[in-house]
């Protein structure tokens, strides 16, 4: 099973009940597919980057959620067919374990470590290599 995200901004003129019903219609559609409902997150009215259908706010709402491809496609078709709906998206999400991830990231900075010294330490031996020039002169 994949690990999906989908996001999707709701019209702030749904009254708090309409737009549960929408959030649990959502969810159920998951459900019906055979797909497991990871968490709801719902962020609220947010102000919005830049004017959707004239709207200057939104209802955030993400779905966190593990299925089968056809899942998105269907929620999708929901969205475009739903016209409280503004905006969606959904993205998969990686489900490459972390441990191998902190692995990569700890491989790599412990190579810059190697490249800092072994560039500190040609930079050493170059200036033991260059002559020591005295200063010849007064003394202030």
């Known amino acids: ?5 989908t996001a999707f901004l709701i019209t702030p003129k749904l009254e708090e009940e309409e737009t549960e019903k929408l959030i649990q219609k959502m969810a159920d559609i998951v459900a019906e597919k055979k797909g497991k409902m990871v968490k709801i997150d719902k962020w609220g ?3 919005l980057a830049y004017p959707v259908e004239k709207q200057n706010e939104a209802f955030y709402v993400f779905l966190h959620y593990e299925g089968e491809p056809d899942i998105p496609s269907e929620l ?6 739903t016209e409280p709906v503004l905006r969606y998206l959904t993205l998969r999400k990686e489900t490459q374990p972390v441990s191998k991830k902190k692995r990569k990231v700890k491989r790599k900075k412990a190579e810059e470590r190697d490249e800092d010294k072994e560039r500190k330490e040609r930079f050493k031996e170059k200036d033991e290599a260059a002559p020591d020039y005295e ?5 202030d």
Not at 1 to 5: A, L, P, Q, S
Request: overall charge positive; aromatic content about 10%; glycine content about 6%.
């Open 1 to 5: 099973m994949r690990h999906y995200e």
């Open 45 to 47: 009215k947010k102000k």
């Open 135 to 139: 200063e010849s002169g007064e003394e």
């Open 76 to 81: 999708e078709r929901t969205f475009r067919q």
